[in-house]
């Protein structure tokens, strides 16, 4: 007697789903850890208000001697940019070449405190976040394992897709029996959180391979290429005062956020964020000469669309677009892997037990 052939659909989905189960229980660990160290780094800055509150009593104002003198000072020793005082973290933060960070007061510039991924638990759980603690070869394997987050992601919602008549019935949630229920916990929960994961996962995999990102998108959608001053016209050792109360006006109605500490011979350059930007720091960019004659102004929001969505995809994967709200749905978003991780290990084991 022949037996009765299988369906195409059938078969697909019987193949996605072994798929789906190995790839998740395999690599599925490495995603979710991956994912809970971003949900602590939604809040990194109040975190270490918390760690460090020295840091926070002080008064977030931008002086030019105090900036020349943290320049003058530290620069040789390779730092290499600054972010302005703020409101949030009223020091400057300094950024050295070999991935420290250090705070120093906005008062005389006196250094407060220093930070690296060695001694610093918050820029230890984002090195394992952006590179596995393993520099670029723990990037391009993040790159690969983002990719098969994707693949899960969207095999499970094919996987859950219901009929008509069912959508009621598959995003319930049943206490028992263990199958039934990891089954339902594991499925009915991706199905409500899956947008937002699926948004956190695809940005974070746009930031790995930002190049190619921005080669797709400004091709569908068109992209600017600004291209910077390299030299100082005025060849002379930056006037500070000058330089800095310039830069805080050259571009109307634009927070200056960050400077980077000039070559010899070269401008000073400023990041900010204009009106309408979504990036915390801002992709707007300000070139001054040591004099303080402007050099180039770059306004970020009147970019074609191709380079403001690029630009866009690192400030929607931290969750600094839509408030409050948004920060604590991304964090949210965070935890889900690990979530389903263990969910859909409990399933496995159940059927395995049946």
Same mark, same amino acid.
Request: cysteine-free; aromatic content about 10%.
């Given at each position: ?10 078969? *697909? ?27 602590v ?57 070999d ?16 930070r690296s ?25 993040? !790159? ?11 095999s !499970?919602?094919?996987l ?16 028992g ?6 089954l ?5 929960? !991706?199905?409500?959180?899956?947008p ?56 109307p ?11 010899? $011979? ?15 720091? !801002? ?45 604590? *749905?991304?964090?949210?978003? $965070? ?10 290990? *409990?399933?496995?084991?159940a059927?395995?037990?049946?």
């Open positions: 007697m022949n037996r009765p052939r299988t369906s195409r659909p059938r078969r *697909l989905r019987a193949a996605l789903a072994w798929l789906h189960l190995w790839f998740g229980l395999v690599l599925g660990g490495v995603f979710a850890v991956v994912a809970l160290a971003g949900t780094l939604v809040f990194h800055v109040e975190l270490l208000r918390l760690q460090y509150p020295h840091l926070t009593r002080h008064e977030a104002v931008a002086r030019a001697p105090v900036l020349e003198r943290i320049v003058d000072q530290w620069g040789p020793r390779g730092l290499r940019s600054l972010d302005l005082p703020r409101e949030a973290l009223p020091v400057w933060q300094g950024y050295f070449a991935g420290r960070r250090g705070y120093f007061s906005p008062t005389d510039g006196s250094l407060l405190l220093t991924h060695r001694d610093d638990w918050l820029l230890w759980l984002h090195e394992l976040h952006v590179e596995l603690l393993a520099g670029k070869v723990g990037k391009e394997v993040l !790159g690969i394992v983002g990719w098969v987050a994707l693949g899960l992601l969207l !499970g919602l094919y859950w897709w219901p009929r008509r008549s069912q959508w009621r019935a598959h995003l319930r949630f049943h206490a029996p263990p199958t039934r229920r990891w339902s916990w594991h499925r009915s929960s !991706g199905a409500i959180i899956l937002l994961v699926l948004l956190v996962t695809l940005t974070g995999v746009g930031m790995i391979y930002s190049n190619g990102f921005r080669t797709a998108l400004t091709a569908l959608f068109g992209g600017a290429t600004h291209t910077a001053p390299t030299t100082d016209p005025a060849t002379s050792p930056p006037q500070w005062q000058a330089v800095l109360s310039q830069a805080l006006t050259a571009l109605g634009a927070r200056v956020n960050r400077v980077s500490v000039p070559r010899e $011979g070269g401008p000073v350059a400023f990041r900010a964020r204009a009106a309408g930007e979504w990036h915390p720091v !801002g992709r707007s960019t300000i070139h001054l000469a040591g004099d303080g004659a402007v050099l180039q102004v770059v306004d970020a929001s009147a970019d074609p669309a191709g380079t403001r969505i690029h630009q866009a995809i690192y400030p929607l994967h931290i969750g600094a677009v839509g408030g409050t709200a948004m920060r604590w *749905l991304t964090a949210l978003a $965070g935890l889900m892997p690990a979530f389903l991780l263990v969910t859909g290990f *409990l399933l496995w084991r059927r395995k037990r049946g």
